[in-house]
């Protein structure tokens, strides 16, 4: 569920900042082809490519100049790298507890150990394996922690004040 909320978050902001970019540079239909790359920003690694052939269609269909088609190139490079170093990590971290470094380096790990379907499959496997993930006690505020050790292991324990 968590997962689900962080990817639709992603979803609308990559859909603002397509309609945003596609307003700026005058592209025919912007709202509508801004809904559906964010839409297509649920499809992991390959949303991105989907939703920036709509735009190309309609730009070269319109007939004008083909400098319009560079800076929607450039738009598609800077909405993908907000989304894949900025959006990606900080909402796994908020709404699933994914750290930002899992999110960064599990997916050049599996790209490495399974080519195609390791970056494919990053995201989601990663968001089960912490929520399936038992999170850490926290003392109560105000409390203090001393550790006592013993002959077998280090035991932490909570003294109320």
């Not at 939703?51 to 490079?77: C, H, K, N, Q, T």
Request: aromatic content about 10%; some cysteine; charged content about 10%.
């Amino acid at each position: 569920m968590n997962w689900w909320r962080a990817v639709s978050i992603e979803a609308f902001c990559c859909a603002i900042l397509w309609l945003i970019g596609l307003m700026l540079i005058h592209v025919p239909l912007a709202p509508m082809w801004a809904l559906i790359a964010g839409l297509m920003t649920f499809i992991p690694n390959f949303g991105a490519v989907i939703g920036l052939l709509g735009p190309v269609f309609a730009i070269l269909l319109s007939g004008r100049d083909m400098e319009r088609l560079l800076y929607l190139l450039g738009l598609y490079a800077v909405i993908v790298v907000i989304d894949q170093l900025l959006l990606q990590p900080m909402l796994m971290k908020r709404v699933t507890r994914v750290p930002i470094w899992a999110s960064l380096l599990v997916p050049l790990v599996l790209g490495v150990v399974i080519p195609f379907w390791g970056v494919l499959l990053a995201p989601p496997l990663l968001a089960i394996v912490y929520a399936f993930r038992k999170p850490h006690e926290q003392p109560k505020a105000g409390s203090i922690i001393t550790t006592a050790a013993t002959e077998d292991a280090p035991v932490n324990k909570v003294q109320q004040p």
